[in-house]
T-cell receptor, first 112, second 113 residues
């Protein structure tokens, strides 16, 4: 069964600190992996998209990694800001005309 | 990118009534997707709406409960029918560009009392 597992479920960090969110997946065949940020009361917004051949991709203070062999991805947030407080969702696209597989998300709270 | 306008953004409804959610996209798309996001859960695909044909529903979702319209390539509606408190959730519409990126509406937060 295609699944995406994220950890931790929630995280609280101080403003200015770094953090890393984890994503493990069992989706096959693999097409791409995406990280989304979802602010409270809003729809998810794309942060990064990675295909099989990509190991690292950055978007400002967000850096995603992908290990297609171990089927793991991480999202690293550098120098966190209060506005980073949101849910971060890992999403995997399988090959073919199949639905996206969503993780449950990590709820990040950045406090002053 | 794609801009999706979804409304209403939130509503509180009486059980037994129905609510229709609208989604307008700023460009033509072949498929539009409707999701449900229950508290603390991941997004679950309800159905895929294709213009000119019946929507395709995922396991556990039926047309009588969640009728969908897709009158043209930029617009779709999802109706939550005969609502019960278990239908309280966030409902999201989405479109995809190629096979690489999905864009979402801001969501409709539904509370059934």
């Amino acid at each position: 069964k295609n699944q995406v597992e994220q950890s931790p479920q929630s995280l609280i960090i101080l403003e200015g600190k770094n953090c890393t969110l984890q994503c493990n997946y069992t989706v096959s065949p693999f097409s791409n992996l995406r990280w989304y940020k979802q602010d409270t009361g809003r729809g998810p917004v794309s942060l990064t998209i990675m295909t099989f051949s990509e190991n690292t991709k950055s978007n400002g203070r967000y850096t995603a990694t992908l290990d297609a062999d171990t089927k793991q991805s991480s999202l690293h947030i550098t120098a966190s800001q209060l506005s980073d407080s949101a849910s971060y969702i890992c999403v995997v696209k399988a090959g073919g005309n199949t639905p996206l597989v969503f993780g449950k998300g990590t709820r990040l709270s950045v406090i002053a | 990118s794609a801009v999706i306008s979804q409304k209403p953004s939130r509503d509180i409804c009486q059980r037994g009534t129905s609510l229709t959610i609208q989604c307008q996209v700023d460009s033509q798309v072949t498929m539009m997707f409707w999701y449900r996001q229950q508290p603390g859960q991941s997004l679950t695909l309800i159905a895929t709406a294709n213009q000119g044909s019946e929507a395709t529903y995922e396991s556990g979702f039926v047309i009588d409960k969640f009728p969908i319209s897709r009158p043209n390539l930029t617009f779709s509606t999802l109706t939550v029918s005969n609502m019960s408190p278990e239908d309280s959730s966030i409902y999201l519409c989405s479109v995809e560009r190629g096979n690489t990126e999905a864009f979402f509406g801001q969501g409709t937060r539904l509370t059934v009392v």
